[in-house]
């Protein structure tokens, strides 16, 4: 590799581990005086993500862009260094953010029609202020119901690239019909390890 190519992996290197946020590609290439082709900025993400290989900090892309984060394995140990627990959400809004993310667009009276309860309007506000819904449009009834749908943000926070890479779940309609005791997520962990 020439040393102008090795100067420029260095210094989006020292971009990317120092941000406090993702980074995309425009981001990148502005940084530097002549354009730089997105291609060549991609193989040079590469080669840094491949130094990162067994070591205790990686990059991934996400939805955003690009950034560092601790292996998960790692995070117990972070959690006590700084002291920090990880977020604990209700049954009921985990479930509520899966029948948005595997059904979306969906109105608030489509997820009460799956969950077979009324949502607590708290539900909903907890996840507008993690930021991993959005209302994206109106359904044509009467009132006109907002109609929701994930956000980037939640494909970042899961380390996702697109909905695709979600996993795939049993039919969430039969999930709360013949389960009301188990969680989505608990009956699609039994799944996995019945398959494996």
Not at 17 to 23: K, P
Not at 55 to 84: D, W
Not at 88 to 114: C, F, H, K, W
């Amino acid at each position: 590799m020439s040393n102008e190519f090795s100067h420029i992996r260095q210094v989006i290197e020292a971009c990317l581990l120092t941000a406090n946020d993702i980074i995309d590609l425009t981001q990148l290439s502005e940084i530097f005086d002549q354009k730089i082709p997105d291609k060549i900025l991609l193989q040079l993400i590469d080669e840094i993500s491949h130094d990162y290989t067994n070591r205790g900090v990686e990059l991934i892309r996400v939805a955003s862009g690009f950034r560092f984060r601790s292996r998960p394995e790692f995070q117990s140990y972070l959690n006590k260094l700084y002291q920090t627990k990880p977020a604990r959400y209700s049954r009921a809004v985990m479930e509520t953010l899966a029948i948005i993310a595997y059904r979306q667009p969906v109105t608030r009276g489509d997820i009460e029609n799956i969950r077979g309860v009324a949502i607590n309007s708290n539900i909903i506000q907890t996840l507008f202020d993690r930021g991993w819904i959005e209302v994206v449009g109106h359904k044509q009834l009467p009132g006109r119901p907002e109609l929701l749908a994930t956000t980037p943000r939640f494909l970042d926070d899961l380390g996702l690239m697109s909905l695709e890479e979600l996993p795939p779940l049993p039919n969430i309609e039969d999930s709360f019909s013949h389960n009301k005791e188990q969680d989505l997520i608990e009956e699609y962990d039994s799944q996995k390890s019945t398959t494996t």
